[in-house]
């Protein structure tokens, strides 16, 4: 058993290999120590190998998937080895020690789940392969459990941002490519070539060219050709259910980058958990289709107005329409997963449960299409998807009359195929149904018969059917002419078998065998019919899933008195009264009032500094808009009185480095990282909020990069920007900076304490009020008041000094500060690019890099 222990868990390699011993899947050696360890169970151990014991552990395989799901969530992958013949075949093929044979059928990994009980129902699970292909990145993205697959191109420094955005839950690369991303699953370099993904393609979707899916770069096709490789070879050649890959155009979506991302808490609050994040304070989607819908349109909100306004159309109409909103959200609610149940059908994992959620998920997506057909004043987009609604009658019909009302999960017991549907297997259920009752009526004859009242006829998995009595009247069934045959002797009780019961034993065995196929048989059928249709089917699940997000969207917008927010062309931000949705809420838990705030950035005042005491309200107002720019271009109505928003290209989301101490690196290298994104990607059209950029390092060198950054934002970059600062310093900015104005949240003293009013008012902060912050805080007393006295001994020396932006007063400007800096760095560049070094002697080569040193230092 061990030799094909090892040969198996040789193929299963980096995975935990799950052996399968009866009704056990056990683990052995390593595997044995990790599963223990991560499920907290016993670790035993088992016979020896090489001289030691083998530590082993195991899980019963009928509550196998809870503890998949819980190896999983760990990180870990499991291979799955089961019995493939039976112990009858082992004996016929080798004699009676023959082992049965076993062979690994399938690979469970985090991106690869189908099971209900292993998916969260809100959130999509993403497999990514990724590649490059001459300089540029290919990325193929599915969800098997629902069969959604997107393929996209994009230059190497937009990787991660395009990873960021999918959330994978497992992503695979080349195993020989030395840029792959962190954490990701290396594989062979060859499954990911642009023709075998091609091929893949074609052969999955049984096309001979794949144009009409749209058009596909070679980059593409290479990624697609690694997921479909692995997903083979993850399914020991069953491939999952893989819809028709859509193109996703460069350009179409707002660009975010995975530090916006996380600083924003779209989908995770910074804890990581759901709760506190953008999504938990708007998501009011009553599936969980609609939910993972919603959680991807915020991750990729549109730059298309037309695209935008379609769907801001459906939420508008469902808005307005309480009434009509409450009866959608009603048929949606009661509906089953649609798309998964497809998933687990079509990758062979479906069970009679699933084809009954797909018989009363499309039968009430008829229904909500006959309620919205309806309505002769919908919105066009919808008028879009209706047909989507419709057409499955036949499906539904046949699995109607096919199926019982509510299927079991197990096929092994039968039992799903509704009566009426097929007339031999009703009569063999008849055959059976008669020999139950005949044998219930033999029980009553034996004791009948017999006289002893304590018989009964019993049923165990091992002898079948037999009469059991209590041991003290087991004398008069021994006898030899009694009829009764002995077949055990038990601790106070005796069983036998007689004929009449051995015939009707078998007739229920036999019928019922003959059900039991006939019923697979049914099934498989039936199996059939969903995955002609899979396309249609998805479809409709996905039709369902938009209408559930815009009546959500509609809903959360009523709750809390939102608006509907115009797009326009011009790069503007006109928002009034704004909220923080998830502030907002915390607040209002405490029983405590959010402050609305107006902002209004425009072509002639494009960045605003905003000033304040620490606490006043600064990083709230930045992320607000943010949030509301966000909203808006997924497609939904915003936390605010109005909203007008000119569109984002890219979207930017920056916090000094003190509010990231969690992230290992150095924080202030971290800091300067991203915001050296910034400055090289953001357009005229994007929207760039800095919080405290600059904090992460000492006053000097913070403000002097503070002051830079906020410059070059202004001058170079053009965008639109929120830049919040306890830098009062930076006020002297706008008397150079055209479109640059200051803003402050206001905070006021009364009686000594500090009063922060969360309030957004024009011109600079006046103070900053660190002291009142501190003590507002809880520092003791004592402490503030030395720290008083030496802030006034540095206030004195600062006015001595006049100040520590004293020198700023004859600093160029910036423009032409940068052309100095650039022309000394071309004429290096120039004499470096005319040297021949392979002309060079040693000795020259280092008198030429002394020359070259001394000419850099100016
Ligand atoms: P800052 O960035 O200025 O230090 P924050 O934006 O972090 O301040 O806000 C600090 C706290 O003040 C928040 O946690 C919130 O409780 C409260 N707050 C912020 N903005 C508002 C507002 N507009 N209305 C009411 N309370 C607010």
Redesign the pocket.
């Given at each position: 058993m061990m030799a094909q222990y090892l040969a198996l868990k040789e193929q299963a390699a980096d995975c935990l290999l799950f052996y399968r011993m009866g009704d056990f899947f056990e683990l052995f050696f390593d595997d044995a120590k990790i599963a223990a360890q991560v499920l907290d169970i016993a670790l035993t151990s088992r016979g020896e190998h090489g001289g030691a014991p083998i530590p082993m552990c195991g899980v019963p395989v009928h509550s196998a998937e809870g503890y998949l799901a819980r190896l999983i969530k760990a990180g870990c992958r499991v291979a799955i080895a089961e019995q493939v013949e039976t112990p009858e075949e082992a004996k016929r093929r080798g004699g009676s020690k023959a082992l049965v044979a076993r062979d690994i059928v399938r690979f469970v990994t985090a991106g690869t789940l189908t099971e209900e009980a292993l998916l969260e129902p809100r959130r999509a699970n993403v497999l990514a392969a990724v590649c490059e292909v001459r300089g540029a990145i290919g990325i193929a993205a599915c969800d098997i459990s629902t069969g959604r697959m997107e393929l996209e191109e994009c230059a190497p420094d937009q990787m991660s941002a395009a990873l960021a955005r999918l959330g994978a839950s497992e992503v695979v690369a080349p195993d020989t490519w030395d840029h792959a991303p962190g954490e990701c699953v290396p594989r062979p370099n060859r499954s990911f070539g642009s023709d075998e993904g091609e091929v893949r393609l074609k052969a999955v979707h049984g096309v001979s060219t794949l144009d009409g899916f749209g058009q596909f770069t070679r980059a593409m096709l290479a990624a697609a050709g690694g997921l479909v490789t692995y997903l083979d070879h993850v399914g020991r050649g069953a491939l999952p259910l893989l819809l028709p890959p859509v193109a996703r155009e460069a350009g179409t979506h707002m660009a975010m980058d995975e530090a916006t991302r996380s600083s924003l808490e779209i989908l995770v609050s910074s804890g990581g958990a759901r709760r506190g994040s953008l999504v938990e304070s708007i998501d009011r989607c009553v599936t969980g289709a609609g939910a993972r819908q919603l959680a991807e349109d915020l991750s990729a909100p549109l730059t298309d107005a037309r695209a935008i306004n379609r769907r801001l159309e459906l939420v508008s109409w469902l808005h307005d329409d309480p009434l009509l909103r409450g009866d959608i959200r009603g048929i949606l609610r009661a509906l089953p997963d649609v798309g998964r149940a497809l998933g687990r059908v079509v990758a062979g994992r479906g069970s009679p449960r699933d084809l009954g959620q797909l018989r009363d998920g499309l039968s009430e997506a008829r229904r909500l299409h006959d309620l919205l057909r309806g309505r002769s004043d919908r919105p066009e987009p919808l008028d879009a998807m209706l047909p989507s609604l419709a057409g499955h009658g036949a499906l539904c019909d046949l699995y109607s009359r096919a199926l019982v009302p509510a299927p079991p999960t197990e096929r092994s017991q039968g039992g799903y195929i509704a009566e009426g549907y097929d007339a031999s297997l009703d009569e063999l259920r008849r055959v059976s149904g008669n020999a139950r009752r005949a044998i219930a009526a033999l029980e009553a004859k034996y004791r009948d018969d017999t006289g002893i009242a304590a018989l009964k006829i019993r049923h165990n998995g091992v002898l079948g059917y037999f009469i059991e009595v209590p041991a003290k009247h087991a004398d008069r069934l021994m006898a030899p002419e009694s009829g009764f045959t002995h077949r055990q002797t038990m601790a106070g009780a005796v069983r036998f078998n007689a004929l009449a019961l051995h015939e009707e034993a078998s007739r229920i065995a036999e019928s019922g065998g003959h059900s039991l196929a006939a019923e697979e048989a049914h099934f498989e059928e039936l199996v059939a019919h969903a995955v002609r249709a899979k396309e249609a089917i998805a479809a409709t699940a996905a039709a369902l899933a938009r209408i559930d997000v815009a009546a959500g969207q509609a809903e959360r917008a009523a709750e809390g008195g939102w608006a509907l927010p115009r797009v326009v062309d011009e790069p503007c931000l006109e928002i009034i009264g704004g909220r923080h949705p998830v502030?907002e809420a915390a607040?209002a838990a405490k029983g405590e009032r959010?402050?609305a705030?107006d902002c209004a950035l425009g072509p002639q005042d494009r960045l605003w500094l905003v000033g304040?005491p620490?606490?006043?309200?600064?990083?709230?107002?930045l992320r607000q808009n943010a949030l509301i720019v966000l909203l808006v271009q997924a497609g939904g109505f915003v936390p605010a009185q109005s909203a007008k928003i000119g569109l984002v290209d890219r979207l930017f989301s920056r916090v000094g480095a003190a509010d990231n101490l969690a992230r290992g690196r150095s924080t202030f290298m971290v800091e300067m990282v991203e915001t050296a994104a910034i400055l090289s990607q953001a357009t005229e059209r994007s929207f760039v909020i800095l919080d405290e950029v600059g904090r992460g390092t000492s006053t000097y060198d913070g403000l002097s990069l503070a002051w830079a950054v906020a410059e070059a934002i202004h001058s170079i970059n053009k965008c639109r920007c929120l830049f919040?600062t306890h830098y009062h310093e930076l006020s002297r900015l706008a008397e150079a900076c055209d479109s640059l104005s200051l803003h402050h949240?206001r905070a006021r003293e009364w009686k000594g304490d500090l009063v922060?009013l969360?309030e957004l008012a024009e011109g600079p902060a006046d103070k900053s009020y660190g002291l009142a912050v501190a003590r507002l805080a809880g520092v003791p007393a004592p402490v503030i008041k030395r720290a008083k006295s030496v802030l006034e001994k540095l206030e004195k020396g600062r006015a001595a000094t006049g100040g520590l932006a004293a020198g700023l007063d004859d600093l160029p400007l910036f423009a032409a500060a940068i052309e100095a800096a650039e022309e000394k760095v071309d004429a290096l560049r120039e004499r470096l690019n005319g040297l021949d070094i392979d002309a060079l002697s040693p000795r020259e080569a280092l008198d030429l890099l002394y020359q070259l040193k001394a000419q850099a230092n100016g």
């Open positions: 502030v607040l959010f402050v705030n304040g620490n606490m006043g309200g600064k990083s709230t107002f919040a949240v922060l969360h």
